[in-house]
Antibody, heavy 126, light 107 residues
Framework: EVQLVESGGGLVQPGGSLRLSCATS????????MDWVRQAPGKGLEWVGR??????????EYAASVKGRFTISRDDSKNSLYLQMNSLKTEDTAVYYC?????????????????WGQGTTVTVSS | DIQMTQSPSSLSASVGDRVTITCRAS??????LGWYQQKPGKAPKRLIY???SLQSGVPSRFSGSGSGTEFTLTISSLQPEDFATYYC?????????FGQGTKVEIK
């Protein structure tokens, strides 16, 4: 069974930093792309960013709202994904989900996110 | 960025009703669209990918259609467990973008 478990959320002051983790199991983590998606209280879903796999040089993509402040990384030896969040703003308050985006070697692309973790809550407030 | 516009934003329906939700993309995205269901306090669950392919384990009362800029999610006979919020997602171009959501409530 594919499982994703986020951790690291909490309360942080504006301007502060936080590092989220996503521990995975049940699939070959190194083969797939991984995304972060967030949801502010009472709001819709917002894509945060992506980590590609080793075959695609672990390159990343980010939403404009977090580019330059957030960094996505991964450790394939630990089957884990990370989100380093710096210069946090009150508008970053949200539940953060990690999600798998399975990579098709035959087509060289992904087809959206299929499995999601349960989320971890980040609150940015003074 | 591609804007995804869902309609309606909410609807009230009864068990057994046929429900249709529409998602419109601001530019063509081929069939690079998924549909997700989210219940309060839970993570989203994928229902449909590639606009019309049913995710494994999802009941066949859910179906998707469309290509280009107009997409539809249909629930053929609404069940009690289907009351939730539904989102479309385009994955044709970065940044990925979601529709604003459609809340399906009990009439």
């Amino acid at each position: 069974e594919v499982q994703l478990v986020e951790s690291g959320g909490g309360l942080v002051q504006p301007g502060g930093s936080l590092r989220l983790s996503c521990a995975t199991s049940g699939f070959t983590f190194s083969d797939d792309y991984m995304d972060w998606v967030r949801q502010a209280p009472g709001k819709g879903l917002e894509w945060v960013g992506r980590s590609r796999n080793k075959a695609n040089s672990y390159t990343t993509e980010y939403a404009a709202s977090v580019k330059g402040r957030f960094t996505i990384s991964r450790d394939d030896s630990k089957n884990s994904l990370y989100l380093q969040m710096n210069s946090l703003k009150t508008e970053d308050t949200a539940v953060y989900y990690c999600a798998r985006a399975p990579y098709s070697t035959s087509s060289g692309r992904t087809y959206g996110m299929d499995v999601w973790g349960q989320g971890t809550t980040v609150t940015v407030s003074s | 960025d591609i804007q995804m516009t869902q309609s309606p934003s909410s609807l009230s329906a009864s068990v057994g009703d046929r429900v249709t939700i529409t998602c419109r993309a601001s530019q063509g995205i081929r069939n690079d669209l998924g549909w997700y269901q989210q219940k309060p306090g839970k993570a989203p669950k994928r229902l449909i990918y590639a606009a019309s392919s049913l995710q494994s384990g999802v009941p066949s009362r859910f179906s998707g259609s469309g290509s280009g800029t107009e997409f539809t999610l249909t629930i053929s006979s609404l069940q009690p467990e289907d009351f939730a919020t539904y989102y479309c997602l385009q994955y044709a171009i970065y940044p990925r973008t979601f529709g604003q959501g459609t809340k399906v409530e009990i009439k």
